[in-house]
């Protein structure tokens, strides 16, 4: 398959033409102009730090619907006993750079370059990406963040530094995005944590069908930014 130079315009080629892999198009850049365009045709960056921008959309697609979350009952008493206070959109760079950090303390590297979180930044600042932080004793203990646009959440990395912060975090942001109307939440790679919570496997076909229709339909969630009590 072969795979797309990108011009300085912010344009991408259909994503059905990746390659086996996934892999669809190398260089442009992170601008909020062009992840926009990117998210709603079902693309995404991912490259390691050196390396140029590239840009996937793999077939299959994992992907949560938000009315199929999981909850495993140890996670259901932690919540209900209120061990970790939870907000959005308050810590929304520590995050990112959490999620950073932690994968590179545990020698597993990460794509979130620095030029990543520059980018990601910029988005949040723009109101389009967003974060669920979990607070253990008044510190920072786990977080997730992601992409946000109409119907349609694009979840990007998760950390914790307390064990099952991440996941109080990830399950109450889950829930609000089923009460703010959103449709699907964008899993992108198969993982067995995120499958412990009900995110399955479906062809890029149908994500890319469903997706269509769900960035076009405005949510309920507020705006520009996210507010654990707007529910």
């Keep these: 398959m072969p795979l797309y130079?990108?011009?300085?315009?912010?344009?991408?080629?259909?994503?059905?033409?990746?390659?086996?892999?996934?892999?669809?198009a190398v260089g442009g850049d992170l601008s909020v102009r062009r992840l926009l365009?990117?998210?709603?045709?079902?693309?995404?960056?991912w490259y390691n730090e050196g390396e140029?921008?590239?840009?996937?959309?793999?077939?299959?697609?994992?992907?949560?619907?938000?009315?199929?979350?999981?909850?495993?009952?140890?996670?259901?008493?932690?919540?209900?006993?209120?061990r970790f206070e939870i907000t959005f959109d308050k810590a929304f760079s520590r995050v990112i750079t959490e999620c950073a950090n932690v994968r590179r303390e545990r020698g597993e590297g990460t794509w979130i370059t620095a030029d990543m979180v520059k980018a990601y930044i910029r988005l949040h600042k723009a109101g389009h990406a967003h974060s669920a932080e979990a607070w253990h004793k008044g510190r920072l203990a786990g977080g997730v963040y992601g992409v946000s646009v109409g119907q349609a959440f694009f979840g990007e990395s998760m950390f914790a530094r307390v064990s099952d912060a991440s996941k109080a975090a990830f399950v109450t942001l889950i829930r609000h995005l089923e009460a703010w109307d959103f449709k699907i939440i964008d899993c992108?790679?198969?993982?067995?944590?995120?499958?412990?919570?009900?995110?399955?496997?479906?062809?890029?076909?149908?994500?890319?069908?469903?997706?269509?229709?769900?960035?076009?339909?405005?949510?309920?969630a507020p705006a520009p930014h996210w507010s654990i009590d707007a529910k």
């Design 188 to 220: 992108q790679v198969t993982t067995a944590h995120l499958a412990r919570f009900g995110a399955r496997e479906i062809p890029r076909g149908k994500f890319l069908t469903i997706l269509k229709e769900a960035v076009e339909r405005p949510s309920k």
């Design 5 to 24: 130079m990108l011009p300085k315009e912010p344009y991408f080629p259909p994503p059905q033409l990746a390659g086996p892999e996934g892999l669809l």
């Design 37 to 45: 365009i990117a998210y709603k045709m079902g693309i995404f960056p």
């Design 52 to 82: 140029p921008i590239l840009w996937w959309s793999p077939d299959p697609r994992m992907v949560l619907f938000p009315s199929e979350l999981h909850v495993p009952r140890r996670l259901k008493r932690i919540l209900r006993q209120g």
